[in-house]
């Protein structure tokens, strides 16, 4: 028994060296990105001036979230157990540092992504997306080298103390959970903070200088656009990987908790783990498949590296289970959660381009009140075919591997996170290539091929908020009944008939709404500030229109930052206190309740605003192409309108509820065993809270 154990813990040091070499691939295409020309002089100041915004913000955000976390760990120190709060902080600084990385390739790319559309489209595209690559790297190689070094040392050091091999895991399973509730925790904060910068500053940005001022979208004479750019690093790129990342981490450590401790096999957990390197190598070789020939499509050839690795992942993923595991309910239990993937990224894909995007831009020909219309009923057709995809798989692992098969679906969703990550964080990297060449006055031919890739971006980043949400779900789902085994609640399940259970679900399908309400709020209110001082700026600075004196833009990075540094505390604070008192006082079968309706909720709200959002900003560039009127136009200046509203749908409340739902559902795993004690505490001297 103990040897067959030792024979499959071979597998965590195959684990650690894969995060090992996963981080030496990126330093790899750091290296090749940063080899490039980073353009003229001009081209670099203005790099360096949104370089420096994004670095200032995060270095603020970090700041500020570090005293909510050094109040968790205390928390969890004296209240839960040492090494969960040790691995807890490991999982923070783990997400700080994947979101640090992807934000410092993608400001050093974006000048060099716009130097080479000077020779041609393929070169621009050969920075962009190896930038966005160090992103999606960055993620599965931190995700998989913190996670497998801190349970190697949990395993390690509770031997030394003198516990079996079978209770060292056990134990170390349990505690490695914090590790995933920290990387949720920096997600919430960076989510929120981010998605309230860079759409505050966009909505003020675009109303001003499109609407009012009749200037080009990143035009160096409106005061916002720098603060546009520094916030498509920090929520597009920095936000979105810390997004995935504890997406990701999540769906690993909920395989673990319901393999030690509900199935009791040590090659079930282990198999997660495998799986996941699958995945990273996958996502690792899948980068050289992204190759151009001259004029194809770029989306065609962004779809041929995501393609790429999923035909190697399902190679690898079949021979490790027939090798290792030997149960081949378990590979398609993984092919559901990526088939189910794939469908809701391309359903993203398809609700936010082509056919469907020009139905939403025909729409301004009568005003912004029909483009809204139309954006909205978009949204809300695109999830139908996500959430029954969704529903199907969810099945379909449960029928082949019980609660454990929800996890590996989970895993399979997520395998390729990499390349996921890698497509969305392209995006900003083409975003900011196009500002650079409109505000270095690059000429039109170098515009022209920076907007193609700017557009493609739009479509990716669909697909990746796609990935992040249908993960979400699964992940949510696959932490749920983690929290369900640890609390007893895996045999007897959740009666929806009890008082306390429904009551549970009422007040867990309120907090999507309640998070969506406070960022909305944030982002208008704080782009409010912007258009006022944009226009203040237009006013009293001589020659700022005329183009002979430079806007103050330090003045508006400022006030984004301001801004969603505060207003960022209250939704990330929800996450934590709302299931603590909804376990406390009600208890632990009101907490299952209180998940649930959080995810059933939540889950639908997401992709609804995720595509809306998308579609309203395609729209907008599809009239910016020359149809229906063209730039300045007025079904042109309609469709801003809609773009303004679709912001901060798609890049503030849509991903901030997939964490939202995953950070409340550790938060009860972790704690659940503390909550039912203070429950039971508060019952025994208020009888009537039983």
């Known amino acids: 028994m103990i040897q067959t154990i030792i024979q499959q813990l071979t597998t965590l040091p195959v684990t650690l060296l894969s995060g090992i070499a996963?981080?030496?691939?990126?330093?790899?295409?750091?290296?090749?990105?940063?080899?490039?020309?980073?353009?003229?002089?001009r081209m670099q100041t203005i790099a360096g001036l949104v370089r420096k915004g994004a670095i200032?913000?995060?270095?603020?955000?970090?700041?500020?979230?570090?005293?909510?976390?050094?109040?968790?760990?205390?928390?969890?120190?004296?209240?839960?157990?040492?090494?969960?709060?040790?691995?807890?902080?490991?999982?923070?600084?783990?997400?700080?540092?994947?979101?640090?990385?992807?934000m410092n390739i993608s400001t050093l790319s974006s000048s060099r992504t716009a130097k080479k559309c000077e020779l041609s489209f393929n070169d621009a595209l050969g920075i962009a997306f190896p930038g966005g690559a160090v992103m999606g790297l960055s993620v599965v190689g931190l995700g998989l080298l913190g996670l497998s070094l801190v349970y190697i040392a949990f395993i390690w050091y509770l031997l030394t103390t003198g516990s079996d091999l079978t209770q060292a895991v056990s134990e170390a399973t349990a505690m490695i959970v914090g590790f995933s509730m920290g990387a949720s925790s920096i997600a919430l904060f960076a989510r929120v903070g981010g998605g309230i910068y860079t759409k505050a500053a966009d909505v003020g940005a675009d109303l001003v200088g499109k609407v009012e001022k009749g200037i080009p979208e990143d035009d160096p004479r409106n005061p916002a656009v720098i603060?546009?750019?520094v916030g498509d690093n920090v929520g597009d790129v920095a936000g979105m990987g810390a997004d995935l990342y504890e997406s990701y981490v999540g769906a690993i450590v909920s395989g673990l908790i319901i393999a030690v401790f509900n199935l009791r096999r040590i090659d079930s957990a282990m198999?997660?783990?495998?799986?996941?390197?699958a995945g990273l190598i996958s996502s690792a070789?899948?980068?050289?498949?992204?190759?151009?020939?001259?004029?194809?499509?770029?989306?065609?050839?962004?779809?041929?590296?995501?393609?790429?690795?999923?035909?190697?992942?399902?190679v690898l993923s079949l021979v490790i289970v027939i090798t290792k595991y030997k149960d081949i309910g378990a590979f398609w239990a993984v092919m559901s959660g990526l088939a189910a993937g794939m469908l809701v990224g391309f359903t993203a894909q398809y609700y936010t381009?082509?056919?469907?995007?020009?139905?939403?831009?025909?729409?301004?020909?009568?005003?912004?009140?029909?483009?809204?219309?139309?954006?909205?009923?978009?949204?809300?057709?695109?999830?139908?075919?996500?959430?029954?995809?969704?529903?199907?798989?969810?099945?379909i692992a449960y029928k082949l591997q019980g609660v454990f098969g929800i996890a590996l679906s989970a895993i399979g969703m997520l395998a390729l996170t990499g390349t996921t990550v890698a497509i969305d964080a392209y995006g900003p990297i083409a975003d900011n290539a196009a500002g650079i060449a409109e505000m270095a006055h690059m000429g039109a031919e170098v515009r022209r091929r920076a907007e193609r890739l700017d557009a493609v971006g739009n479509t990716t980043a669909a697909v990746g908020k796609g990935f992040a949400i249908g993960s979400a779900a699964l992940t949510a789902l696959a932490l749920f009944s983690a929290y369900a085994e640890t609390v007893g609640l895996g045999a007897q399940g959740l009666n929806i008939l009890d008082a306390k259970v429904i009551a549970g679900m009422f007040i867990g399908c309120v907090i999507p709404f309640f998070l969506i309400s406070k960022t909305l709020q944030a982002v208008g209110r704080a782009a409010y500030s912007i258009v006022e001082e944009v226009r203040r700026q237009f006013r009293e600075i001589p020659g700022l229109l005329e183009g002979t004196a430079l806007p103050d833009s330090a003045r508006c990075v400022d006030i984004t930052t301001q801004a969603a540094l505060k207003k960022m505390i209250l939704p990330g604070l929800?996450?934590?206190?709302?299931?603590?008192?909804?376990?406390?006082?009600?208890g632990k079968e009101s907490l299952g309740g209180f998940l649930a309706g959080a995810l059933l909720t939540g889950v639908p709200l997401a992709i609804y605003l995720a595509n809306s959002g998308g579609a309203w900003d395609n729209a907008k560039k599809h009239i910016e192409e020359g149809n229906f009127g063209g730039k300045?136009?007025?079904?042109?200046?309609?469709?801003?309108?809609?773009?303004?509203?679709?912001?901060?749908?798609?890049?503030?409340?849509?991903?901030?509820?997939?964490?939202?739902?995953?950070?409340?559902?550790?938060?009860?795993?972790?704690?659940?065993?503390l909550f039912i004690k203070i429950n039971e505490w508060l019952i025994s001297i208020l009888p009537f809270l039983k």
């Not at 909510?68 to 540092?97: E, N």
């Not at 498949?289 to 190697?312: C, H, M, W, Y």
Request: net charge neutral; with cysteine.
């Open 22 to 41: 996963g981080m030496l691939f990126v330093w790899y295409l750091s290296r090749r990105v940063l080899s490039a020309d980073p353009g003229t002089e």
């Open 271 to 277: 198999l997660c783990l495998l799986l996941a390197v």
């Open 353 to 395: 381009s082509g056919k469907t995007v020009v139905g939403v831009a025909e729409q301004a020909r009568t005003g912004p009140a029909t483009v809204i219309i139309e954006g909205t009923a978009v949204g809300m057709l695109s999830t139908v075919v996500p959430l029954v995809a969704i529903a199907i798989a969810t099945v």
């Open 574 to 586: 929800s996450a934590v206190v709302v299931p603590a008192i909804v376990g406390i006082v009600l």
């Open 285 to 314: 070789i899948s980068v050289f498949f992204v190759r151009t020939k001259k004029d194809e499509d770029p989306q065609v050839v962004l779809n041929k590296g995501l393609i790429a690795s999923l035909v190697i992942f399902t």
């Open 227 to 229: 603060a546009d750019n």
């Open 56 to 102: 200032a913000f995060l270095s603020r955000e970090y700041k500020t979230v570090s005293y909510f976390l050094v109040a968790l760990f205390i928390i969890i120190f004296f209240g839960i157990a040492k090494k969960t709060a040790i691995a807890f902080i490991i999982g923070a600084i783990c997400s700080m540092l994947a979101g640090v990385i992807g």
């Open 632 to 673: 300045g136009s007025e079904p042109h200046k309609a469709s801003v309108v809609g773009d303004t509203v679709g912001d901060p749908f798609k890049d503030t409340s849509g991903p901030s509820l997939n964490i939202l739902l995953k950070l409340m559902s550790v938060v009860s795993l972790v704690f659940g065993g």
